[in-house]
Structures are given as structure tokens and as C-alpha cells.
């Protein structure tokens, strides 16, 4: 053989070999197109198989105002009968709308004052998170009872006490449609769901979106009780777990029963007898861009939001939702707020009018929100959840600027606020 020939077999077999590299490379490609082009959705083709038939209806308007809907069915859901799951169907028959899975539904209830004088009712608001994934017949919410703190005689939870003693099968509720910014989107992105307690309610509609309309995803739920009394759903959880591979179920005791130490994992649930923290959420994960969903007591969202940014992951990929007065401020507000701060010094106090009284009183860092300090000045504002949204709070500024706390759910009309989630950022007259 001459060098000449020599030189052509050698070119030809490394051009036969980049051939195979660029066809094997364009092949995984094609495939992660594909899986991508199903999962993104939005511009494929329609699915004949019918599994998202709901998707490719014509959606039905959503409504404004109160709605009056009926309980269908009320189910208790734990042993110790603390949580109780209400299905509501509309009374007029009709479709309900869908909603995005997270979000949540805020009620009005006229609760007697006195038990048994429906003469003299409070009226009280509160948003409970749907625990279903969208149905067209009915919703579904799930409801802990508040009970009274530890060591005080405050009378207990006004709105979950209400529902579990007098909400019966047949009786009629005010209800406003589906809100709320934290759901989970459609996308091909891994997600981790953590629920602490009853926070497991927004999870569980994810979940149950999810096994339906992106069965292939990667998700993981790490539910987070004090033991083995308290998960909700359980064996509902197990068969996702047994029927989707992709789905993987994690149970956090933080206080764990003498049973509940010897459980340590089955086939399709995994058992951690600590609470739900970066160590043990960097010990099951693999390096993969995941977006965390958190839902659950205050506490918990304090300790993790910060640690989950402290171990790098970025703002757009940490969704959270706190169940009441929210403390959670995200790194990135707090460097924000910090800036007009220093230029206008902290320490001075802001002047706020209430203008229905003409009471004016000076706001200083550390009174809370303009909510709070509303009321700590005998100024009556309405409130519900304190977290930003149920929208009972909006009070239009007459001038002046306010600061956010946090993203509200509500979206508050041009010129008002929610003073639950709002300080003043100069002096501000309020129309309250
Ligand atoms: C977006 C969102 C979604 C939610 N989803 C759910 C859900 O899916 N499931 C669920 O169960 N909850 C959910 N919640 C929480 C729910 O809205 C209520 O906050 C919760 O049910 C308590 O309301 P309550 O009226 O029963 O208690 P409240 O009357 O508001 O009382 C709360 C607690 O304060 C105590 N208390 C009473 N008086 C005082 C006082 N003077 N000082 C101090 N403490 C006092 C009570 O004993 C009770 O423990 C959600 C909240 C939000 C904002
Ligand atoms: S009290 Fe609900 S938004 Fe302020």
C-alpha cells in the first residue's frame, strides 16, 4: 500500500466515524425536541390520544365577584380528624373553569357572632388552596382546623372551625374564582414540590396535574410532618408513586413515632426522620436545574427559602407560598429595599394619613405592615388573610408611594394597595 492509499483509508475512516458521532448526536437531539415539543404543548399538534381532551376544549370564562356553590361531599382525611376535604360543585350546573394547579379559592362566610343567632354573623374572608388538579364538574379544597395556640385562651380558627363544625353536604358557600401567582407551569423542567403540613394542599394539585397532562416529568415531593399520624392522601401519593416512575415520594418526620423510626423506605415512598432541609434535599438530587415549590408554615419557608438561595439556586426557579402573615423576604428583595433606604435614612419616620379619620401618625422601620400599624392605631381596615391574597385589604392611596414586602397574589387595582404586604416608601395618605 502506498502513503498515498495509506491516506485515503485513514480519512475516509475518520470521516466515517464523525458521520457516526453527528448522526448519533443529531439523533439524541431530535429526541429531546421531541419530548420537548410534547411537553411544551402549547404549539402541538392536538393530542388524539384524548389524555388532555379538558386542555383542548374551549376554556369557560372564569367569573367575577362571589359565586354561590354547593359542598358536594365532605371527607374527613387524617385519623386524628384535623383535616377535612370539601368538593364544591357549581348550582347552576354548569363547567367550572379550569385553573392553573397551586392556586387557591377565596371564600366569604357570614360565621354567627354568637353559635346558633344567624342575626349576628361577622364576615369573614380566607383563601384555601385547591387540592385537586382541575376538574370540570367540581374543586376541591382541604381545610386543617386552627387550633388554639398552646398556653393561650384565644378562641380558636374563626373560618377552619367553621367549616369542619357547620359546612355540611348541600350547604352553599360564597366563593371567588381561582387566584393566585404560585402554580406550577407546564414545561419540561424538574420540580421539586415540598409541602410542610397542610401546605401539602397546593402540592397534591400539582401532583395530580401533573400525573395526568406531563405523566413523564421529573418530580419529587418531599412532604414534611411531625409523624406518621398526620400525612393526608397517603395511599393516593403510593399508587403515583408505583405508577410513575419519574415521580419520587419522600417523607420527612421530624418528630417520628417509635414505628415510624423502623420505617425507613418501601418501593415507592422514602422515609427521612428529619425535618425537610438543604442537607437532605442536596443528599437525594442530582445536579439538574429543578424548580422548588414550597408550601407550609412560616418557619419552615424562613429557613429554607434563604438556604435554598445560599446554595445558589436562582430567584426564578424558587416559587414559595406562605398560608399566612408572610415573613419571607427573598435576597433580592432585601437589596432592593435596601437602597432607598440609605438614601432616604432608615431611622426617620414617615408621616401616614388615614384620611377617613384625618389621623395622621408616624411609621417607623420595625412597626410592620401598614396593615398592622393600621389597626395598632385603631384605624378598622379590613382584612383577610394577611398575606397578600384574598384582596380584602386594598385601600387606594390618595398620595404618596408604598413599598412591597413581597409579590402579592391579589393584584391590587391602579392606585390601591394591600396594606397587609405593603410599608410606606414616602408619606402617604391613605383612604382608609
Ligand atoms: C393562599 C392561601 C392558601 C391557603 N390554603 C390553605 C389550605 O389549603 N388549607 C388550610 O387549612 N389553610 C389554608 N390557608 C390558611 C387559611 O386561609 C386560614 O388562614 C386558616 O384556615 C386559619 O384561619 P382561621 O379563620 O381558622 O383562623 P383565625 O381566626 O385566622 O386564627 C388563626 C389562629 O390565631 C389564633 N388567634 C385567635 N385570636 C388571636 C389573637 N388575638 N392573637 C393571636 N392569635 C389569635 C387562633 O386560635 C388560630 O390558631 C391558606 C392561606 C392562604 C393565604
Ligand atoms: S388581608 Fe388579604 S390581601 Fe391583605
Known sequence: MTALQLFAWISVAIFVQLAIFFSYA??????????????????????????????????????????????RKKVLED??????????????????????????LTFK????????????????????SLSDAPRPDCYRVSIKRAPTPPGTTFAPGQSSNFFHDHVEEGSLLQVRAPSGHFYLERGSHPAVLIGGGIGITPMLSMLNWCAVEQPEREVWLFYGVRDSSEPIMLDHLRVLAERHPNFHLHLCFSNPLAQDVQTSATASVTCHHSRVDVALLRSQLALKPYHFY??????????????????????????????????????????????????????????VTFAKTGKVVQWKQGMGSLLDFAEANGIPVDSGCRA???????TVIRSGEVHYLQTPDADPEPGSCLLCVCTPKTAVTLEA
Open 26 to 71: 443529531f439523533w439524541r437531539h431530535w429526541q429531546s425536541y421531541t419530548v420537548l415539543r410534547q411537553t411544551e404543548g402549547a404549539n402541538s399538534p392536538p393530542d388524539m390520544s384524548g389524555a388532555s381532551d379538558r386542555e383542548h376544549a374551549p376554556s369557560v370564562a372564569s367569573w367575577q365577584g362571589l359565586r354561590v356553590m354547593r359542598v
Open 79 to 104: 385519623a386524628v380528624q384535623q383535616i377535612c376535604s370539601f368538593y364544591l360543585e357549581p348550582t347552576d350546573g354548569q363547567t367550572l373553569p379550569d385553573f392553573k394547579p397551586g392556586q387557591f
Open 388 to 394: 397578600g391574597s384574598c384582596g380584602t385589604c386594598q
Open 109 to 128: 362566610l357570614d360565621i354567627p357572632k354568637i353559635a346558633g343567632s344567624p342575626n349576628s354573623v361577622a364576615a369573614v374572608t380566607r383563601c384555601y
Open 294 to 351: 414550597l408550601c407550609g408554615p412560616t418557619p419552615m419557608l424562613g429557613s429554607l427559602v434563604p438556604a435554598l438561595e445560599d446554595w445558589g439556586v436562582p430567584d426564578e426557579r424558587i416559587h414559595f407560598e406562605a398560608f399566612g402573615p408572610a415573613s419571607v423576604v427573598r435576597k433580592s428583595a432585601k437589596t432592593a429595599a435596601a437602597a432607598p433606604v440609605a438614601q432616604s435614612n432608615s431611622a426617620e419616620p414617615v408621616s
